[in-house]
């Protein structure tokens, strides 16, 4: 089986796994008062330390744990805005965690104003700086993008803000760049930054927030009190250690390196074959890349290399009645026919350079296949 | 005093000499249903009705759902049974009100209803309501007795075999006659929302159904596949067991694809349908095919459109019991069937790639069979029937 379907999930890091194993014993309650509770405390306080540093920050106040990715960029949009007629910008690029959490503030009357992409998947940072000419107070835009693994100048973005509007609150995704590329919360200059634990290798149910000043972030579940009150519910020792684990034995630019090498075997395969266009600029994430095949359904080549035990991602998912469009590839002005025969290759460093061999030809000559028979 | 479920059924009184028949197949289907729940349970005549005992009384909600969804059964109650004597009448229905919340159920008023089939009961109907009603009274002074419009009838059930049944609610179910009483058919269910309750419909009349789907993989996903199983479980409870017949239909879409006018793509998958369905049928004993087409909800629904689809069929016939439907009453049943929310979950009809920009509405069937010509029908269909996948339900 080869799999290529990465930036959906990955597959348990074997030091994820030996790490959940060996803290079987440390089943207590973090938050009770007998010894083996704090003993408990301290590695889950260690744990955290570790991912802070990867992240770049020192400390644990600054970083939230949460139930998921999805959970945290909940956090940050509906702990941090308040009531305002002041403008709430997303970018048009975000994935549903956020996007959702934009329609649902436009539902609730807020001003929520998008910024459309430039053709390769970034924000569009000129149209940006228009739309920061007006009073602005929660911006969110991700880091880097989960379709087609565009890369959005963050610190850059920060900087515009920040000097239009200082009390902007920043938050980014940085779901698909933890781990996969350098990031260092400080330079980024966000406020706000959510990652996830189950795209790099450890488990699912484990995500964080980087919070730069807890004091203006309000919780949006109550409880307990833990993690500094903003998010109540018993920690999940295990799985924070797993992340930390995991994080910590990670060489970002070295897998940066390995995963390019992939990538870019990939592009060149395809250079040349008619009818194939890669849509991922070659400025984007080399962990993501998004390809389409000209006249045939993209869910329809995903289901045919599936037999061939290749697994790659859809770009567009076919619906009730009409093929559903991917909104990512539609922004970037990617045509409806192009649209609905995008796939999505996401890589890891578990996969070899002769499984990308082996599934670029099977893709391909699936592709073939399935214009003949469609002929 | 027990806790039993009384069933009350419908139509099948009216069945002079067959109705032992009716009987035992309601009987065999009400057994069905609620053993899932609760194996120990038993079932019982007693007068008209019968009754549901001997189960966990955890289970007592799930046995009344099971039971809402067995056609022919009018309605049912949650009954307490006691014996038939005056003095555990009265204590029975004063423990009742302390104990039962949903006995009155806050009404403002009532009324009690005594029924007495046994007529060696010692006091009459209407001299024993009075009494009973004084104990209600007695309880709660502040109710009011109704006996024209009361918002809560206590119904007090004197039968003859000694025992007496207590009750308050009457819970309405779908009526019908037992499934497995008016012949065998195949439903062609799509994963829309239409055949599901084509299914129910057609079963609710007695029909024993089977089901039969087809998918065009890769080009529909394995999830759509899915949903239809979904469905098909979410219908067992009214249809009883049953097997889905998965036909795969890739190679004979692409080759009329390939070989006929893109026009006459719908047209012609509807008729090869039919054909399968009537091999089927043939093979497996089915009396009719049952679509759950609409009248002029889309193209290939129009009259002229089902009669070429149906003219292809020699010896069975198409049942269409949501043909005169509109769709916002197919959606209502849906949802009280409970079918709507898995039918709307957006896996079906990828295979929208071979639909035709401009379908035929009104195909003339001349020209279907000339195009048709084009195919090799006979080994499309016999594969196609080789290679069905069976799935018990």
Same mark, same amino acid.
């Given at each position: ?230 998010? @109540?519910?018993?920690? =999940? ?8 684990? +995991?994080?910590?034995? $990670? !060489?970002?630019? /070295? ?79 990617? @045509?409806?026919?192009? =649209? ?8 890891? +460093?578990?996969?070899? $350079? !002769?499984?990308? /061999? ?18 | ?393």
């Amino acid at each position: 089986m080869i799999f290529l379907d990465n930036a959906s999930t990955t597959k348990l890091n074997k030091m994820a796994i030996s790490e959940i194993e060996k803290s079987h014993d440390l089943f207590y309650n973090p938050s009770a008062v007998y010894g083996k509770s704090l003993e408990v405390k301290k590695l889950l306080d260690e744990a955290k330390n570790k991912i802070c540093n990867f992240i770049g920050t020192k400390f644990n106040s600054n970083l939230i744990i949460t139930a998921s990715a999805t959970e945290a960029d909940n956090l940050a949009i509906f702990g941090s805005v308040k009531k305002t007629d002041e403008q709430i910008v997303f970018s048009m690029g975000e994935h549903p965690a956020v996007f959702n959490c934009a329609n649902e503030l436009k539902a609730r009357g807020y001003n929520v104003v998008f910024v459309p992409l430039n053709s390769s998947g970034e924000v569009d940072l000129n149209i940006l700086a228009e739309i920061l000419k007006k009073p602005t107070a929660f911006v969110s835009i991700m880091h880097v993008n989960n379709e087609t693994g565009a890369i959005n100048d963050i610190a850059k973005i920060s900087k515009m803000i920040k000097s239009a509007w200082p009390n902007a609150i920043f938050h980014s995704d940085g779901v698909q760049a933890f781990g996969k590329i350098p990031v260092n919360v400080v330079n980024l200059g966000v406020d706000l930054y959510s990652i996830s634990g189950h795209k790099i290798g450890a488990p699912k149910g484990i995500g964080c927030l980087y919070v730069k000043n807890i004091s203006k972030l309000k919780p949006i579940i109550f409880g307990g009190g833990q993690e500094f009150g903003i998010r @109540s519910g018993t920690e =999940n020792t295990q799985f924070i250690l797993a992340l930390a684990k +995991v994080v910590e034995n $990670l !060489d970002v630019v /070295k897998n940066y390196d390995y995963v390019s090498n992939l990538n870019n075997y990939v592009r060149e395969f395809f250079s040349d074959k008619q009818g194939v266009v890669i849509n991922s600029s070659v400025n984007s994430s080399p962990y993501v890349l998004s390809i389409s095949f000209d006249g045939v359904r993209g869910e329809t080549l995903v289901h045919l290399v599936e037999q061939f035990d290749v697994i790659i991602g859809t770009g567009s998912a076919c619906s009730s009645k009409k093929t559903a469009n991917n909104r990512i590839l539609q922004a970037m002005g990617i @045509s409806k026919k192009l =649209n609905e025969g995008s796939v999505r290759i996401s890589f890891s +460093v578990e996969n070899s $350079l !002769d499984e990308i /061999k082996t599934a670029c030809d099977i893709i391909y000559s699936q592709y073939l296949n399935l214009k003949e028979r469609l002929k | 005093m027990e806790k039993v479920v009384l069933l009350r059924y419908g139509e099948i009184h009216l069945k002079g000499k067959n109705r032992g028949l009716f009987d035992n197949q309601l009987i065999k289907n009400i057994e069905q249903a609620i053993k899932k729940v609760d194996e120990n349970c038993s079932i019982k005549k007693v007068g008209g009705r019968y009754l549901v005992y001997n189960f966990n009384q955890f289970n007592i909600d799930s046995i009344v759902e099971s039971c809402k969804k067995v056609f022919g059964l009018v309605s049912l109650s949650i009954a307490f049974e006691v014996n038939s004597t005056i003095e555990e009448i009265i204590s029975s229905l004063n423990q009742l009100l302390e104990d039962e919340q949903f006995f009155l159920n806050n009404a403002k008023s009532f009324k009690v209803e005594v029924k007495r089939a046994d007529k060696n009961f010692p006091i009459k109907s209407t001299d024993f309501e009075r009494e009973l009603g004084g104990v209600v009274l007695e309880k709660f002074p502040n109710l009011k007795v109704n006996l024209t419009k009361p918002e809560k009838t206590i119904f007090v059930d004197i039968r003859e075999n000694g025992k007496t049944y207590i009750f308050s609610e009457k819970i309405e179910c779908f009526g019908g006659m037992p499934v497995g009483t008016s012949g065998k058919g195949l439903v062609m269910l799509s994963g829309g929302i239409d055949s599901p309750v084509a299914a129910f419909m057609m079963a609710k009349r007695g029909m024993k159904l089977n089901a039969v789907h087809f998918h065009s993989f890769p080009y529909t996903s394995q999830q759509a596949k899915e949903k239809v199983v979904d469905l098909a479980k979410l219908l067992s409870p009214y249809l009883g067991k049953f097997n889905l017949y998965v036909v795969s239909f890739t190679k004979i879409q692409e080759e009329i694809h390939k070989k006929c006018k893109p026009a006459y793509m719908i047209t012609i998958m509807r008729r090869i349908m039919m054909r399968i369905c009537e091999n089927l049928s043939n093979k497996y004993g089915f009396q009719a095919i049952i679509t759950g087409e609409n009248l002029a909800q889309v193209a290939s629904q129009t009259v002229e459109s089902m009669t070429s689809t149906e003219s292809v069929l020699k010896n069975i016939p198409v049942y269409r019991p949501l043909i005169a439907f509109d769709k916002i009453e197919i959606i209502s049943l849906s949802k009280k069937i409970g079918t709507f929310d898995t039918s709307i979950l957006p896996y079906e009809d990828c295979c929208t790639v071979f639909l035709p920009k401009n379908p035929l509405i009104k195909p003339k069937i001349e020209l279907v069979e000339k195009e048709e010509s084009y195919l090799d029908l006979e080994s499309l269909i016999s594969e196609a029937i080789k290679n069905i996948e069976i799935i018990e339900i």
